[in-house]
Nanobody, 129 residues
């Protein structure tokens, strides 16, 4: 199983980036896909999650309205569109997959690092002020 994340880079405050995560060795239609990030000296944190059908999508509170997660099972790819970027968004971004069946009424559904089985290698996003 391999998750290949890409699309990171250096962008100014207010700019946009689109991260991609291409899966091989698995069919992502069978998995819930999430994006996480880790800033220097900090723990890895949840950013966004999308379920199998794309009906349920949840975001970290501070990225709501700015980030959009999407997936295309035919392309075995999940994206994270990031707009209105801020310096505090600077981090290495990781995609990950889990086959846990969530109760999407739970506030922690899809948010826990420990729930995810496979992780991409990460792509660095740097937002300059």
């Amino acid at each position: 199983v391999q998750l290949q994340a890409s699309g990171g880079g250096l962008v100014q405050t207010g700019g946009s980036l689109r991260l991609s995560c291409v899966a091989s060795g698995i069919t992502i239609s069978n998995y819930i896909m999430g994006w996480f990030r880790q800033a220097p000296g900090k723990e890895r944190e949840f950013v966004a999650v999308v379920d199998w059908s794309s009906v349920n999508k949840y975001y970290k509170e501070t990225v709501k309205g700015r980030f959009t997660i999407s997936r295309d099972s035919a392309k075995n790819t999940v994206w994270l569109q990031m707009n209105s970027l801020k310096p505090e968004d600077t981090a290495v971004y990781y995609c990950a997959e889990t086959d846990i069946t969530y109760d999407w009424n739970s506030p922690v559904a899809g948010c826990m690092v420990a729930d995810y089985d496979y992780w991409g290698q990460g792509t660095l996003v740097t937002v300059s002020s």
